[in-house]
Nanobody, 115 residues
Framework: QVQLVESGGGLVQAGGSLRLSCAASGSLFRGYIMGWYRQPPGGQRDLIAQLTPGGNPIYGDSMKARFAISRDLPKKEIYLDIDHLTPGDTAVYYC?????????WGPGTQVTVSS
């Protein structure tokens, strides 16, 4: 089992920046993929970015410009830096791990961007 806890969300003004963090605990084995998704109000959950086992980032469509994913392997943490926030970034942001055919999700952290 893998447990994920996100942090760093909140209310932010448009134009600002934010760093989200995700801490993983439990059994992580070689070859897992870890990343970030988001789900806006009334919308679907979409990929923002994920890291391959080798640490290479893969970004979702139109996400590369303002989003940066990184990780701290010894801490089992990943981060998501978001620049130039807009009200369109308002969503619940979820941490995700894919391992041995199983998806694990965190409870999510709410990000609300005010205009």
């Amino acid at each position: 089992q893998v447990q994920l806890v996100e942090s760093g969300g909140g209310l932010v003004q448009a134009g600002g920046s934010l760093r989200l963090s995700c801490a993983a605990s439990g059994s992580l084995f070689r070859g897992y993929i870890m990343g970030w998704y988001r789900q806006p109000p009334g919308g679907q959950r979409d990929l923002i970015a994920q890291l391959t086992p080798g640490g290479n980032p893969i970004y979702g469509d139109s996400m590369k410009a303002r989003f940066a994913i990184s990780r701290d392997l010894p801490k089992k943490e990943i981060y998501l830096d978001i620049d130039h926030l807009t009200p369109g970034d308002t969503a619940v942001y979820y941490c995700h791990v894919y391992q041995q055919g199983i998806d694990f999700w965190g409870p999510g952290t709410q990000v609300t961007v005010s205009s």
